[in-house]
């Protein structure tokens, strides 16, 4: 399957049956076991991200922030709370579209600018970038286009997370595939580490944070790197 096939079947699937679940898994409705861990461990790395971004050096004055599949909005929240001015962006139109409603209920409206588009087409200069569980559904050769996409847009921070490779995880992965299809995340790809670590470097990136998350059924590795 080729790039413009794995987005296709993306955003047909969260502008579709995954907008619903995956607005759940984000939200506080009872779940599903399986759910349930994929929530914690998704709240887990963005707490995380937020305690980094606390640690790295100050923005500057009104910075801006790029956040790439939004989501319903959960990051871009956080983020507009600390003072910067985010264009949230996401592939399904009702992704973009629950993060404007959420960001105007919160009183954060004109902080808070979005739009539907894929990664590649994003542009702009942005002090943060942040890209979470996203870059998870390419193989490695997009993977790498688009982590290098997101880096020339970047002037300070960058954060993503990835599919880290192993053996177990590729058995888990395998194991995932006999679950009824309800219960069912979309594909993951796993990246070794050695090709971000080789994309970053040639971006101009140097990594400064990384944690592996594991909760059940969420398995990522989150990523903060500064720009040299």
């Known amino acids: ?7 296709n079947r993306l955003r047909h699937y969260f502008d579709g049956v995954g907008f619903a679940r995956w607005s759940a898994i984000y939200g506080e409705a009872e779940l599903s076991p399986v759910r349930r861990s994929i929530r914690t461990g998704h709240t887990l790395m963005l707490n995380q991200a937020l305690t980094w971004l606390e640690e790295l050096p100050a923005p500057p004055a009104q910075p801006k922030a790029l956040d790439a599949g939004c989501g319903t909005g959960l990051f871009t929240l956080e983020v507009a709370r600390r003072g910067y001015q985010v264009t949230a962006a996401d592939i399904a139109p009702q992704m973009a579209h629950a993060t404007a409603a959420a960001a105007a209920n919160a009183g954060l409206g004109p902080q808070v ?8 087409t994003l542009n702009g200069s942005f002090d943060l970038v942040a890209c979470f569980d996203v870059l998870i559904h390419y193989p490695a050769q997009p993977f790498v286009t688009m982590l290098s996409h997101l880096a020339g847009l970047c002037k300070a921070t960058l954060f993503f997370t990835y599919a880290p490779y192993s053996p177990f995880l590729a058995a888990f992965h395998r194991l995932g595939g006999y ?3 309800s219960q069912r995340r979309t594909t993951i790809n ?10 970053l470097a040639d971006c101009g990136f140097t990594l400064r944070f990384t944690r592996r998350i594991g909760v059940g059924f969420y398995h990522t590795t989150l990523v903060a790197a500064t720009r040299n």
């Open 179 to 181: 679950f009824p299809q």
């Open 190 to 199: 796993m990246i070794r580490d050695q090709v971000v670590q080789q994309t």
């Open 113 to 120: 600018h979005c739009q539907v588009a894929d990664l590649e």
């Open 1 to 7: 399957m080729d790039t413009a096939q794995y987005k």
